[in-house]
């Protein structure tokens, strides 16, 4: 039996690409969303604190199109949480061990234990998206993903996992400009793979694949969150901020630590510092660098002001 979808919002993906454009929002005032996004990465480490108190359990899903700006959305949630307690799981494409298994089985190893928040960057949806879109997987063995996939998610329900998906949504036009971005910055330029090259011509395909998603897992008790992400800096905020409402979480005043008084030295002498070896200084040669651009800056300053008093020589 089919699972009945009560999602009713719409993702820009199935939009026309005017109207994508055209509904951009208007851009953030950069210190409003520096002040906003400090303050709710506070509220993050209390609720992390919450979590590692009470022993609860914590999943949360991205998913989305690429380029959609889930992993910069990560980076600021987990930006000052304590990487013992918070892990992100990003797994790479299944070996042929793998393969053979229960396809949720390699997702069971990375689930938290008390106190823990897993955030997994792509998730088990990835048959319904990129398998289903790209012949990885059979006809058999996707029916058979979207008729596990609501009890599985029930399953960990059941055992006191608060689970949390997001759906990170954008245009086709945002989307393309931000490949083209990534292909101009050798920084980035590893993000690029032809998988995420082929969500171009691809883009229907995928649409559909989301959509017939929805429809089986968008549950009552799991359901999906569509986070628009035009822009990326309002994303990070909505998510964040969605995140932190939808969890119960109290403010737990950390334990007291109480720094000891040093000891008094007993005797102690350390080796001679020429019996160790140092990583050589190169940030010094940053300030020296500085420091003789600044003096040649300075006398070519020198220079260029005794010609102008002294102008013509006299004859």
């Known amino acids: ?162 689970l949390r998906k997001y759906w990170f949504s954008v245009s086709d036009v945002e989307q393309e400009k931000r490949f083209r971005s990534r292909l101009g910055d050798p920084m980035r330029r590893w993000k690029l793979s032809p998988m995420d090259l082929e969500s171009i011509t691809r883009w229907e395909e995928y649409s559909k694949a989301k959509d017939q998603m929805f429809a089986h897992t968008d549950l009552p008790s799991s359901p999906w969150h569509v986070v628009e992400s035009e822009d990326k800096k309002r994303s990070r905020l909505n998510v964040i901020k969605h995140l932190l409402d939808s969890i119960p979480y109290l403010h737990i005043d950390p334990p007291e630590v109480k720094i000891p008084v040093r000891p008094k030295a007993r005797g102690y002498e350390r080796p001679p510092r020429d019996l160790q070896r140092y990583v050589p200084d190169h940030a010094a040669s940053l300030i020296d660098g500085d420091e003789d651009s600044k003096h040649s800056k300075n006398d070519k300053h020198s220079k260029d002001a005794k010609k102008g008093k002294g102008g013509k020589a006299k004859s």
């Not at 005032?29 to 509220?43: D, F, S, V």
């Not at 797994?91 to 955030?119: K, N, S």
Request: aromatic share 10%; proline share 6%.
């Open 1 to 162: 039996m089919t699972p009945t979808s009560t999602s009713s919002s719409t993702d820009t993906s199935t939009k026309t690409s005017t109207e994508a454009h055209a509904t951009k929002p208007p851009k953030l005032p950069t210190k409003a969303y520096e002040q906003e996004l400090e303050r709710l990465q506070a509220e993050l480490v209390t609720m992390q604190q919450w979590v590692k108190q009470t022993g609860n359990r914590v999943v949360i899903v991205f998913e989305g199109r690429d380029a959609a700006g889930k992993g910069s959305a990560i980076k600021r949630i987990t930006q000052y949480l304590n990487p013992r307690t918070v892990r992100i799981a990003a797994l790479p494409a299944p070996t042929e061990r793998q393969r053979t298994q229960w396809y949720f089985q390699r997702y069971v190893e990375h689930l938290p234990a008390a106190g823990e928040i897993v955030i997994f960057d792509r998730s088990w949806y990835n048959r319904a998206g990129v398998e289903r879109v790209m012949g990885f997987c059979t006809e058999v063995e996707y029916q058979r993903f979207l008729q596990q996939c609501p009890v599985f998610e029930q399953m960990l329900l059941d055992d006191g996992i608060i």
